[in-house]
């Protein structure tokens, strides 16, 4: 077996990690559990939060790209059904039903890594047991204060309100949607509702939080100026929360470590929490979030259920939100009738107790019925491919689709990316201010759907640099192990706590009023922090970004690159949110039909969470 295993490592079908894992974990065990071991493993490094024991056969192993060795591997397993697998797995002293500490568990016909079946464990106990005492305000005083905050009933639902009064009555809830639907907004106002009701002798303790530090500085400034337009007291307004942080910060992440400063045991001095992103927050990640929770916090969750899910295991807000299909209770449907004036639509089921905490905003207020990003976004979103072929046929203002079939193509995106970056090196070279010049940087953005290659964003930053070089724009040095030149845009590879910048913070290489290079990032707080570029952990150039690194922002001109082949990362999930990065203009550079076939597929996250929260265990 384990020269069967070598062999698919070779061909890039199982990682390094993945063989010396089974190798390590199954020496002298039976084929079957071997190849079990390897698949788990990389089923983890793909995102999943588990393995079906139905995906344990030749035609699903690799996902189809190498059928001949995926058979040759079932056939040395002994041929096992979902049934055999079951009874071989369990007989492993490596495996058990999660009632011994093993390293793989195997539960309701999925076999789990231990740290991801104790952490789907733990994330859906909290989803499962936190609404068993719901709170209870005076509706007819959340029913004044909703009045108060949002517009007058009309005869269309306005689900921004609904929302805010299904945050008011849950200890956790949910709220999604997608670009320009509101949920700052709705946040504003439920933070403002909140404070509004509020009787006890002590002020409300407020936190807001998203998973990278973009996102956080993102949600600091929008929910600012969401918050400057409410009428509230002076004695109120001191009350709000000024500065997001990041989740690690928020949870004393201790550097070089897997600890963290709060925990189950050490839990958050928080009343109300806020999570921005929440599409980003891996499984691992949430369950030492609710761990940290005090009992009587109440959370609310933010986001798109449509956006890719974390880079690590799990879609926790995917698979949160699929409860929302199951519709309101009927119970839920007269409180909210009592607390709205709407009358929504009771579902036919017993709906969980989860699918009353969820609230789905449904009406984009950014894009017109005419705004060809936004029929492109629904059209990829509903995985329509005839309605993507159509809008982008047209003559539109703000989408244009150019396929790299030549070499001129290619020079006509680099020529593009010249244009995009060029007022922001401007600026660097007047010698303008670091907000200024970071604003200005995002204002345009490249993402790729891949990190290599041509169309990979290591191959891109080195053409984009050249083609900056040769417009004058850019001054590199000669000696080539000296990457830095004034206006290199890097973006952080892994989190610094002590230094104060994390994954994903994109800062901009300036000379301070010494002459001195320095790499300047924006805090949540709006500030500028400087760095010296021999401090920053690992980072990279960031003309080009994955489009994974890009959630949590938005560019008023974005251009997403794929490959002229199909790859298994090409998805909906991936096209739909580099769409929805574009404020105003989006550039596709993508052969048609490998767009429309990304579109017709969808990501696959193996999970057990929803099963999990329907069974209660």
């Known amino acids: 077996m384990m020269d069967l295993l070598a062999t698919a490592m070779e061909r890039q079908l199982l990682r390094p990690l993945d063989v010396q894992f089974a190798r390590m974990l199954t020496d002298g065990q039976p084929a079957p559990v071997q190849l079990a071991a390897a698949l788990v493993s990389a089923a983890a490094g793909a995102g999943n939060v588990c393995l079906p024991l139905a995906e344990l056969h030749p035609e699903t192993l690799f996902d189809g790209r190498d059928p001949a060795l995926a058979r040759a591997l079932w056939e040395l397993a002994g041929l096992p059904d979902s049934k055999a697998w079951q009874q071989i797995l369990l007989a492993s002293p490596a495996v058990s039903d999660g009632h011994e500490t093993t390293p793989l568990v195997l539960q309701h016909q999925r076999l789990y890594l231990q740290r991801n079946w104790l952490s789907e464990v733990q994330v859906a106990a909290f989803f499962t047991e936190s609404h068993v005492v719901d709170i209870q305000p005076d509706p007819l005083a959340v029913r004044r204060v909703l009045d108060r905050l949002f517009s007058p009933l009309d005869a269309e639902v306005d689900w921004q309100k609904v929302a805010a009064a299904v945050a008011l009555t849950r200890r956790v809830s949910v709220i999604s949607g997608g670009p320009g639907t509101g949920k700052t907004t709705t946040v504003a106002k439920l933070l403002a509702a909140m404070l509004l009701l509020h009787q006890g002798d002590k002020p409300l303790r407020i936190q807001l939080a998203a998973p990278t530090g973009k996102a956080a500085a993102r949600l600091t400034e929008s929910l600012r100026s969401a918050l400057s337009k409410l009428l509230l007291e002076e004695a109120q307004q001191r009350h709000l929360p000024r500065e997001a942080t990041t989740l690690h910060r928020l949870l004393g992440a201790v550097p070089d470590s897997q600890r963290l400063r709060y925990h189950q045991g050490n839990p958050l001095h928080l009343d109300v929490l806020v999570v921005d992103e929440a599409s980003m927050v891996d499984l691992p990640m949430m369950a030492n979030l609710v761990l940290a929770l005090p009992a009587t916090a109440q959370v609310i969750f933010l986001g798109d259920r449509d956006q890719l899910a974390s880079v690590e295991a799990g879609a926790v ?200 290079l320095r790499v300047y990032f924006q805090l949540p707080d709006g500030q500028m922090k400087p760095v010296s570029p021999s401090r920053l952990p690992p980072h990279e150039t960031a003309y080009a970004m994955t489009v994974h690194k890009s959630q949590g922002s938005e560019f008023d001109h974005t251009a997403l690159v794929l490959p002229n082949g199909f790859l298994p990362v090409l998805t909906r999930e991936l096209v739909y949110t580099a769409v929805t990065r574009a404020r105003t203009q989006l550039s596709l550079y993508a052969e048609i039909n490998i767009l429309c076939r990304a579109v017709r597929t969808p990501t696959r996250r193996f999970s057990g969470l929803e099963t999990r929260i329907l069974s209660g265990t």
């Open 317 to 516: 807000l995917g698979d949160i939100c699929r409860f929302a299909a199951r519709g309101y209770s009927t119970q839920r449907v007269e409180e909210l009738e009592q607390l709205t004036g709407y009358r929504l639509v009771a579902s036919s089921d017993v709906s969980p107790a989860v699918a009353d905490s969820l609230c789905l905003l449904q009406k984009s207020y950014r894009f017109d019925q005419h705004s060809g990003i936004g029929i492109v976004a629904r059209a990829v979103n509903a995985g329509d491919e005839r309605q993507v072929r159509l809008v982008l046929q047209d003559e539109r203002d703000d989408l244009h689709c150019l396929p790299l079939e030549q070499e001129a193509d290619y020079q006509q995106m680099l020529a593009q990316c010249v244009a995009g970056y060029r007022d922001y090196l401007q600026a660097v070279a007047q010698g303008q201010e670091a907000a200024p010049v970071l604003a200005a940087f995002n204002r345009f953005r490249l993402l790729c759907a891949l990190r290599d290659g041509p169309f990979g964003v290591a191959g891109l930053n080195v053409r984009i640099e050249q083609a900056l070089q040769q417009a004058g724009l850019i001054h590199r040095g000669r000696n080539p192990a000296n990457p830095w030149y004034s206006g290199r845009p890097v973006m952080i590879a892994r989190n610094d706590a002590l230094l104060g910048v994390f994954n994903g913070d994109i800062g901009i290489a300036m000379p301070n009023e010494a002459g001195e």
